[in-house]
């Protein structure tokens, strides 16, 4: 169980911190993107620190303060649930699978920091 929590939570904190990174610059497929949903270009930094932050927040979970994690999980399956929201709003399921995948690792993440908080061992 150990094992499994540390490596979804890693994997989960890097790949969120990765996708936010494009957002910051902006990188031209986060503008096409971007524009083919309707979230106008004023928003990438906001929804790159959320996601910096979720990565960070789960990071700082498995260092010691469960709830940490926890709380940044739950942000992060807000924030991608979200994200496929607006993707179905915008009828643009071309690509609708990343965010679904990125949504699948924050709920598998949520799942396990609150399994591993429970136990005491976080």
Do not use: C, E
Request: glycine content about 12%.
């Amino acid at each position: 169980m150990q094992t499994t929590y540390l490596v979804v939570i890693l994997t989960t904190a890097i790949v969120t911190a990765g996708i936010a990174v494009p957002d910051f610059i902006p990188a031209q497929f986060v503008l096409a993107n971007s524009a083919r949903v309707g979230v106008s270009r004023s928003w990438l930094p906001t929804l790159g620190a959320l996601k910096l932050a979720g990565a960070v927040g789960l990071l700082v979970g498995v260092l010691g303060l469960p709830l940490i994690g926890i709380s940044a999980a739950v942000g992060l399956v807000l924030y991608f649930i979200g994200a496929v929201m607006v993707h179905i709003r915008a009828r643009v399921f071309s690509n609708i699978a990343f965010p679904g995948a990125y949504l699948a690792l924050s709920i598998a993440s949520l799942a396990l920091a609150i399994m591993q908080g429970s136990t005491g061992l976080g």
